[in-house]
Structure formats: C-alpha cells, structure tokens
DNA sequence: GGCCAGGACTCAA
DNA sequence: TTGAGTCATGGC
C-alpha cells in the first residue's frame, strides 16, 4: 500500500470517488504532493487528504512545552521532532489493521494485511509497480471464514472482520456517524463490535478519527515503553500510568505514538 | 521448544 | 467489576 523511498511516499489513495496515486516529497517547510496516477477534480479534497493523513495543521509546540517539561519524555522533544501521528484515513481500514494486530507480533501482523490488501483490494499499475487500495468492505463482507484463514488468520479474527464489513456495508458504521458522536459515544459504539476491546477502539480513535485523547491501554508495547524509562515497575499499576497520562492532557495519543517510536529507535 | 506478540471473549464469583 | 481460563498463529 505504500512504496516508500528515502524521502518519498508513494500511494493510491482514494478521493472524492476518484483512484489516484499520489507521490508524497518534502521540503525544509512544505510537503510536495505530485498526483501520479488518476484524475483529479478538486486540489482542495486532495489537500483535506494529506492534512488528515500527516495531521499536518495540528500546532504540536503545547505538546512539545509538555514533553521538554518531563524527566524522563524530554529528550524526544528533540530526537522526535517533527513527528505527527500518521493517520489512518479509512476507518474500516483502521479497524481491519487493528483487529489483525491484536495479540500477535508486528511482523506477521504486517504480512497478514499484506495478504489480505493484495487479494481483495483494487490497485493500480505504474510502471510494473502495483499501489493497493484496501480493501472495500463488500468484499470483505462477501467473504467466508475459511476465505480468510486460507491467509493465516486465525478464525477469531477473520470471523470479527468479516462482521465488521458487514457491519460498514450495511452502513451501521461508518466514518461519518462516528464523527458525529461525542468522545464517549464513539468509544462505547466502537467497543459494541465484536472483536474490538478496549485497546482496540482506542486506537481507531487515535489513528483514524483524529481523537487525541485516545490511550490504548494494556498495550505491550506501551507498557514496555514505559518500563524502559522506569517509570512504572509492575504492568499492571494502573494508577502510576494514568498519573502519567494525566501530565498530557488532549495529547495522550501523541505520547502513545512517541513512545512507540521510542521502542523503534536505539536507546538516547 | 518455550515464551511472547501494538487482545478479546466467556464465565464464574 | 475483577480475575482466570481459553482461543489462535507465527516470530524469534
């Protein structure tokens, strides 16, 4: 779904009803967006695109003020800056990738999307090299379990996903419906899926529905992050984590993914 | 070969 | 509401 190179992100992405592939630069003050493949109509619902997808507009110097602030974060005010939390912009997709990345380890969670995107999404050709989009929930919904499970998944999670597409084709779920509801409801209607937990919604919240408040909790790797930097002895403290949490408030999901990010890179 | 992985469900107390 | 048991499939 994405090629990446050292400076560059290439993509299909969808907008405004219209298959594009979309080529992703920067600069020292701008990202360059080069439309490589596909009709556009409107340069203002691409642009809506790339500031969701980067989350390019939020103003991160409160969370940052936060982050120097801290003994233990400051440092990544530095080393990660810059950083914006990578947004998920289709939230069935969100939801697909969260529900494959339950409980199991990233890299086999990253070859079962792989999987899937390949033999049920639409792509697009250029030069030799196929760009994907994912998946649309009808297909999915029109699929068997065993369908699924031919690709590795176990039989919980094909069964919560082909429930999920269903969920989404027959419109109960959507983007839009989710949006329309307060924090809380939106959590509550996520959770009322089956197959999605509390780590679960939260994550959609945070990587597809713009909530920064969102902390999947009981994340490993959140708990180790936060082991790594001594701030909690047992994974199971509630409190001190949310005595933590509670030093960011309305960027809780930002210090989510910087901690994850710290768990990528050598140790400062 | 055993523990672990960016969990959720069920059922009992 | 909390805790234990169960499920499921590879990665390392």
Known sequence: MYRLTEN???KAVEVDGQQLVIKVTADDDNLIVKVESGQLNDELLLLAYINEWFDVQRDLTPFYQQLSAHGSFGYMAKSFEGLRLMNIPGVFEALCW???GQQINLTFAYKLKRAMVEKYGTSTEIDGVKYFN???PAVIAALNVDDLKAMQFSKQKADYIINAAKLFEAGEISKS???GLSI???FKALVAIKGVGIWTANYVMMKSLNDTSGIPHGDVGLLKALEDHALIKDRKDAKAI????SQFEGWESYLVHYLWRSLAVPKA
């Open 8 to 10: 560059s992100v290439t």
């Open 98 to 100: 969260s529900i494959i």
């Open 134 to 136: 994912f998946p649309k």
């Open 177 to 179: 419906q989710l949006l």
């Open 184 to 186: 809380d409801d939106r």
């Open 242 to 245: 949310a005595g933590i949490f």
